[in-house]
Structure formats: structure tokens, C-alpha cells
């Protein structure tokens, strides 16, 4: 695990602390659901727009400070255990589900394999799991990165994440992110990460949802501000939604 997701787990929140509003308006309309799980849930911020919008939620998180953080944030407005998505077991049922920003790209494919099959315990049979995970081409270059500054308090930080290698045959990538402080307490430091990740390409993404207990009900852009139109399942992009229920 990483340094940004763990020790340096403050710059985390920070650096992501966008405003995600009209995406949970949109996810709370198309989940239907009143107790929501996150898996890699990190410091919250969708547990909370979530919980603002008066779902009872629920977020898991292998990190130990990603866990503390979304507890200081959601108090007593939902819960937050130290636990492996690929290996879990909270003893209930869930109507509904939610995982962003590509957070199970950091998953091998049999882990996604395992984490899928855990889900499916935890989901009341009309659930659904809306998770946001990038499809690449094969042969498609590494996208040219995201970059953005975040402010709290007195600390601005300018963040730069690129894709540094992309292999979508052999279904890897290598993620570069580089944190630098640019104000605050901690101004001048820079925290730069390699992150290993799954490159997922439609067929192999829809092979790996085939061999689990849930189907494909429908994929949309994540990527177009403010809206988040229905494409076809073989679309591909860096932000996809992926609405997955299980499989009768
Ligand atoms: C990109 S962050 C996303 C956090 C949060 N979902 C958000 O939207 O801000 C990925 C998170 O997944 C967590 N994570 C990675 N592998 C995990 C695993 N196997 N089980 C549970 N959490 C995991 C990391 O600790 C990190 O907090």
C-alpha cells in the first residue's frame, strides 16, 4: 500500500476533496437505496454526500488512518471498519452499492474476482453496485494525466497523476502520482508514488463480470461534467460507471 493512502493519508483527503454533489445527487437516484457499503471507502467523502442525502452507510478500507478519517467525518452518520475488500464479512445486507474513482483498478483480477463474489453476499437480490472503473483500447497510449490543486485551510496542494506505462494486453498499468505542498505546515515537501494497477479493455472487463455473480446492467460516462449519459458496454474513457446488479 501507499504512502498516500496510509501515512500521508491527510494529503489524500485534501488533494480529493472536489466538490462530488451532483455525482452522489445522481448515484442516490439511480441506487434507490437506503444502507449503501463503500468498499475502499478512503476518508469518506462519498460516505458523507451519501449520508447528507440520507442513505446509512457503511465504508470499508484496509488503510487504518483512511479508516480514522472517515470516522472523524461521519461521526455517528455511519460506520467505517478496517477490513480487505477481497475478504470480508459484515454480517448484513446491503441495498445498495458504491466504489469510485477507479479504486478497483487496484485489484488484481482474482482479487476483483474475490472482491466481486464478497459483494454479492452483501447485496439484497434487486441491489445495485455502481462501481467506476476505466476501459482502455488495446494498443491505446497512456493518457496524458490529470493535474489539479486543492486548498484546506492555509495548505494548497498541486497534484499530478499520470499514467506512466499502459499494457492492456497484459492488463497493467503504472500510475504515477507526485502530492506537492504548496502552503501550509508542510509546504515544500512532495510525495511521489508509483501506483501497479489493472488495465481493464471492455472485453476483458465484461469477460470478468461474465465469471462473477453479477451482470452488466448499464455502463455510463463518468467524464462529462455535471452528466452522466448512458453509453454502449464497450465504451471506453477513464471514468465510467458501471451499474452492476446481481445476476438472477
Ligand atoms: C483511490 S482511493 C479511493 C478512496 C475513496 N473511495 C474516494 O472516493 O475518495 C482507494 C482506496 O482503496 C483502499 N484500498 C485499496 N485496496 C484495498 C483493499 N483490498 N481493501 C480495502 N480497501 C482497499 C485504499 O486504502 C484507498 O483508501
Redesign the pocket.
Known amino acids: 500500500?501507499?504512502r498516500?493512502?496510509?501515512e500521508d493519508?491527510e494529503l489524500?483527503?485534501i488533494a480529493?476533496d472536489w466538490d462530488?454533489s451532483a455525482e452522489a445527487d445522481w448515484l442516490v437516484e439511480r441506487l434507490q437505496a437506503t444502507t449503501v457499503l463503500?468498499?475502499?471507502?478512503?476518508?469518506?467523502?462519498?460516505l458523507e454526500a451519501l449520508a447528507d442525502r440520507g442513505c446509512r452507510v457503511v465504508?470499508?478500507?484496509?488503510?487504518p488512518q483512511?479508516v480514522e478519517l472517515a470516522r472523524l467525518r461521519l461521526g455517528t452518520r455511519g460506520e467505517v471498519f478496517e477490513?480487505?475488500?477481497?475478504?470480508?464479512d459484515l454480517g448484513r445486507k446491503f441495498d445498495g452499492a458504491?466504489?469510485?474513482?477507479?479504486?478497483l483498478l487496484?485489484?488484481t483480477p482474482p482479487?476483483l474476482g474475490r472482491?466481486l463474489q464478497r459483494m454479492a453476499r452483501h447485496l439484497e437480490p434487486r441491489a445495485r453496485y455502481l462501481v467506476q472503473v476505466g476501459l482502455v483500447e488495446t494498443g491505446q497510449e497512456p493518457f496524458a494525466g490529470s493535474h489539479w490543486e486543492s486548498s484546506r485551510g492555509e495548505t494548497t496542494v498541486k497534484v499530478d497523476w499520470v499514467d506512466e506505462e499502459l499494457d492492456a494486453v497484459q492488463g497493467v498499468s503504472r500510475q504515477r502520482s507526485r502530492i506537492e505542498v504548496l502552503s501550509g505546515p508542510r509546504a515544500g515537501e512532495v510525495l511521489e508514488e508509483i501506483h501497479a494497477m489493472t488495465a481493464w479493455t471492455p472485453a476483458t472487463w465484461a469477460e470478468a463480470i461474465e465469471a462473477s455473480p453479477f451482470e452488466q446492467a448499464a455502463t455510463y460516462d463518468g467524464g462529462t461534467k455535471g452528466q452522466w449519459p448512458r453509453v454502449d458496454v464497450s465504451a471506453t474513457g477513464g471514468l465510467l460507471w458501471h451499474e452492476l446488479s446481481v445476476a438472477a
Open positions: 500500500m501507499t498516500l493512502y496510509e493519508a489524500y483527503d480529493f462530488i463503500e468498499p475502499g471507502c478512503g476518508s469518506g467523502r462519498m465504508g470499508i478500507d484496509t488503510s483512511m477490513a480487505d475488500m477481497t475478504h470480508f458504491v466504489c469510485p474513482i477507479n479504486t487496484h485489484l482479487e472482491h
